[in-house]
């Protein structure tokens, strides 16, 4: 008999949980470091074979060699891109969705699990002030929330086009290159063209700019302004509201990505940046950045989710059964039919703890990245180059140049002290710090700036 039609292995399972829960307890959690493929070759060999390497063995490997490769994105000083840094709560849930079989593209199969995700969603809605109706489906990342976002936009502009008898066929985006790097694979994927929106002195898209790019072009060949609620490289926020009072004139679909940014509509002292993102048609926010939930989430809303629906809802005999009532699918509202309930991590922390803990953590990220800034003016060789809106500070180490930098970072995480890359900006080489880890203190920061002298 074929080994997986054998009663379950409890010491393969005791084994791997009681791993989760000690990496889970862990405190403080090693930085890490990675290794080159010739390195993870010497040391571990062949693990995919004939006769398989058994649990004892296989965890051994994982735990002593391959997870030691791996960064810790939950590490206090892990402070590059945009760090990952789940509630304890969180991540061992993920583990319950794991062991729970649950398909959670649609209300027939996994209602219970849909319920608690559309309650989640409905706390975000609230957060960003956006009307009953608005509903929508949590997706692995931004990049397919925003595709997602753009395909229901684009269905919607040329549906409306047709219906109008215009003979119009939109195919551009407007947005600025402050702009997630995403927005440009997906024009290229959606056979779409960006057109640039100018920036302000702040760094942010305006009313005023955008206009005289869709006048420019045309308003009616485009199905979708893309604004930013927190760009990944400064956290910009941008004008939402004078953005969303043109595309409210002019008739185009108004897209919110606030992937990292998002999150900080739950702090009161930066709610005000984003009035204006209550009247989007559709809005992103990742909760695996900076709302304490694992990899991989993003939770996608819509204004009017028909819309969305119409574009995204695939149609086959067998998937008759789903589609032809009136029950909520999460897969109707994004790319891709098969589906793992990703939201649920994040609602079973948001029950055990509260929203008000949310907002503390939130807030207290914004603390430790205003005290970072404030900091970095301190130190009369340290310049911050934009005051920030939310949780990332970049700066420049005046005096170094591309290979300093460089070199500092790999010194850095050669030594498991920190992580922290370096950026550009108009073709100028800077660092920066993204604090969304409520464990990240003011004496992490201070530890990192001393290393880059005086």
């Known amino acids: 008999m074929h080994s997986f039609t054998r009663q379950v292995d409890p010491d393969a399972v005791d084994r791997v949980l009681a791993y989760a829960r000690k990496r889970l307890l862990m405190d403080p959690v090693p930085l890490d470091g990675p290794r080159t493929r010739e390195e ?5 060999g062949a693990t995919i074979t004939p006769d398989g390497l058994g649990a004892a063995r296989a965890l051994e490997v994982f735990e002593h060699t391959l997870a030691q490769a791996c960064l810790s994105t939950d590490h206090p000083r892990y402070l590059s891109f945009i760090p990952c840094a789940p509630t304890a709560e969180a991540a061992a849930f993920d583990v319950v969705v794991g062991a729970s079989s649950v398909y959670g593209g649609s209300w027939l199969e996994g209602s219970g699990a849909v319920w608690a995700e559309n309650q989640t969603l409905r706390w975000i809605a609230d957060l960003a002030g956006m009307p009953p109706g608005t509903g929508g489906a949590f997706v692995p990342g931004g990049t397919v929330g925003n595709l997602s976002a753009l395909v229901a936009a684009r269905h ?16 551009r985006i407007a947005a600025t290159d402050n702009a997630h790097s995403s927005v440009v694979s997906m024009a290229a994927v959606m056979d779409a063209e960006v057109a640039a929106v100018e920036v302000d002195e702040r760094l942010r898209m305006t009313g005023p700019a955008l ?10 060949t485009f199905f979708a302004v893309v604004a930013t609620a927190g760009t990944t490289n400064f956290g910009v926020v941008d004008d939402l509201a004078g953005v969303a009072d043109v595309c409210r004139e002019l008739g185009v679909w108004l897209h919110v990505d606030g992937a990292y940014g998002g999150a900080g509509l739950a702090a009161p002292s930066v709610r005000p940046l984003f009035e204006g ?3 989007a048609d559709s809005f992103i926010v990742d909760p695996h950045k900076w709302l304490f939930a694992p990899f991989d989430c993003c939770a996608l809303l819509y204004r009017a989710p028909e819309l969305a629906r119409a574009a995204h809802t695939q149609q086959a005999g067998y998937l008759d059964v789903l589609t032809g009532g009136s029950d909520w699918n999460p897969a109707d509202y994004s790319i891709g039919l098969t589906r793992r309930v990703r939201g649920l991590p994040l609602w079973f922390s948001l029950a055990v703890h509260g929203t008000d803990a949310y907002v503390e953590a939130i807030e207290d990220t914004l603390g430790v990245a205003r005290f970072a800034a404030e900091e970095i003016g301190r130190r009369g060789h340290l310049e911050v180059v934009r005051d920030p809106d939310l949780s990332v500070v970049v700066f420049r180490r005046l005096g170094w140049g591309p290979a300093d930098y460089q070199a500092w970072s790999d010194r850095l995480l050669r030594e498991e002290h920190a992580f922290v890359c370096p950026t ?7 660092t920066r710090f993204a604090v969304v880890n409520p464990r990240t203190t003011r004496d992490d920061v201070v530890a990192v700036l001393d290393t880059m002298g005086e």
């Open 40 to 44: 993870l070759d010497a040391a571990v």
């Open 156 to 171: 919607t502009a040329r549906r409306r086009a047709t219906v109008e008898g215009t003979g119009a066929r939109p195919f």
């Open 211 to 220: 206009r005289r790019t869709l006048e420019d072009h045309g308003p009616e």
């Open 277 to 279: 993102i209550e009247r």
């Open 424 to 430: 550009t900006f108009r073709g100028e080489v800077l």
